[in-house]
């Protein structure tokens, strides 16, 4: 990359005042939420609402496993009960590719449909809001690609997550696979956002553990990307904090008990919350590395954010310290009265921890040394060009943090990831400063 035969430290600064400047942009940018229908009985609740908006066909947008358990029998019978026609599209598989969406669209314009209702997970909301927008605006996927390319409103879009992950529901983006190019194609335009969304707990109580747990992760990785980012504001701080208590109280219970209800639904609050505060800040690294081990590998975007967490929070964490200590202080590991360095690496252990005990791999089984330069290639282009990180890497750097995922026996005898996390001991006479310093960051 060009950008790294600049030095780093005035390679990092320019990116960081140009990604500061551009948030002093987009926070103007008006983002709507949605209504937001919450608890036990909210999908059907909202399907009692569609059919009060006096639309004529729904188009139903949901994967076959879903439509198999049954698990949109109360949207469906609220449709019929208010009189709407419906036509239910549960072809949708994760990382829904760009084929697979064109499919939407025909038999979205084939059944006359005037409406939208997604039920599902992050890949069948994302697939529906890029249904949407292409049969607004009919051009190829691709050339939807990036920021406000829809002339035309997409058509009218409920959403009821089926997991508490991406935060899919309340977000600007839609994000589908484009096999051709191995890689993600992202659609951004704030009439994304559904028009309302059901957090229902019941509809999911039936997911695995594993699932559970890459997308409470996913959720977490939002979160802590938000508020860490050089986008964080005031509102989206306390969004993200928010987020981060209610998982860490509430994910290792849904990962062993999937059918406590309660904290069901305090993870689909925290889903939303934190989809809500990356929508205004965004994200960082893990995304953009996460991006790339799907478009690459179909590697499931909540695992793959899962993965690399911990590594790029610890190359992160010097530029960083003060933030997480308060998110360690949010996730109940530390208390005010602590070290902000300490704070800090107690947040960092807390993720792994938590990390190991909802069994997220330390590996990720399709990565090989040999695509290694090219997916850090991609992952610094998208950080540098979209994401206000707040420590920049470079192209050997992100090499380096990709590498330490190798699967064992695939890893090469070369430098371990950067880590830089252990703060070194303050010298005595920085003991007050540092204790001052504490005490502001901990209010």
Not at 27 to 43: D, E, F, N
Not at 295 to 300: E, S
Not at 365 to 386: N, Q, S, T
Request: hydrophobic share 45%; net charge positive.
């Amino acid at each position: 990359m060009i950008l790294d035969l600049i030095p780093s430290s005035t390679r990092a600064a320019g990116l960081g005042a140009l990604m500061k400047g551009a948030g002093k942009v987009t926070r103007y940018i008006p983002i709507p939420q949605p209504t937001l229908l919450v608890g036990p009985g909210s999908a059907a609740r909202l399907g009692e609402a569609v059919a009060a908006f006096g639309h004529e066909k729904v188009f139903v947008v949901t994967d076959g496993v879903l439509a198999k358990l049954g698990l949109l029998r109360s949207i469906t019978e609220a449709l019929t009960a208010g009189g709407v026609d419906f036509f239910v599209f549960d072809e949708i598989t994760p990382d829904a590719p760009i084929p697979l969406i064109e499919r939407g669209i025909a038999t979205f314009k084939e059944h006359g449909c005037d409406a939208i209702v997604a039920v599902g997970g992050g890949s069948s909301i994302d697939s529906a809001k890029a249904i949407a927008m292409a049969v607004a605006n009919p051009k190829p996927i691709r050339s939807l690609a990036g920021y406000f390319k829809g002339r035309r409103s997409p058509i009218t879009l409920y959403a009821v997550p089926t997991t508490a992950g991406t935060g899919s529901e309340v977000t600007v983006a839609a994000v589908v696979s484009d096999p051709e190019q191995e890689d993600k194609v992202v659609i951004v335009d704030p009439r994304l956002v559904p028009r309302m969304a059901a957090l229902d707990p019941t509809l999911m109580t039936g997911l695995p553990p594993a699932v559970t747990a890459a997308t409470g992760i996913d959720a977490l990785t939002h979160a802590v990307e938000a508020y860490i980012g050089n986008w964080a504001t005031e509102y989206t701080d306390g969004l993200a904090l928010t987020a981060v208590g209610l998982i860490f109280d509430n994910l290792r219970t849904c990962y062993r008990d999937g059918r406590n209800l309660a904290a069901r639904e305090k993870m689909a609050l925290a889903s939303t919350y934190a989809g809500m505060a990356f929508t205004r800040a965004n994200v960082g690294y893990v995304h953009a590395i996460a991006h790339q081990f799907g478009g690459k590998y179909h590697t499931p975007h909540g695992l793959a954010n899962a993965i690399m967490l911990p590594l790029v929070l610890r190359y992160s964490a010097p530029a960083v310290m003060d933030k997480l200590a308060q998110l360690a202080i949010r996730a109940k590991l530390g208390g005010p009265g602590e070290r902000t360095e300490v704070l800090a690496e107690k947040f960092l252990e807390g993720v792994e921890k938590l990390n190991a005990d909802l069994g997220i791999p330390t590996h990720l089984a399709a990565l090989r040394e040999e695509d290694i330069p090219a997916l850090a290639r991609a992952a610094c282009h998208e950080a540098h060009v979209g994401y206000p990180v707040p420590r920049y890497m470079t192209q050997e750097i992100c090499e380096q943090i990709i590498r330490a995922v190798l699967p064992p026996g695939d890893a090469s005898p070369m430098a371990p990831a950067p880590t830089a996390a252990k703060a070194p001991p303050k010298k005595p006479a920085a003991k007050k400063a540092a204790a001052k310093k504490t005490s502001r960051a901990a209010r």
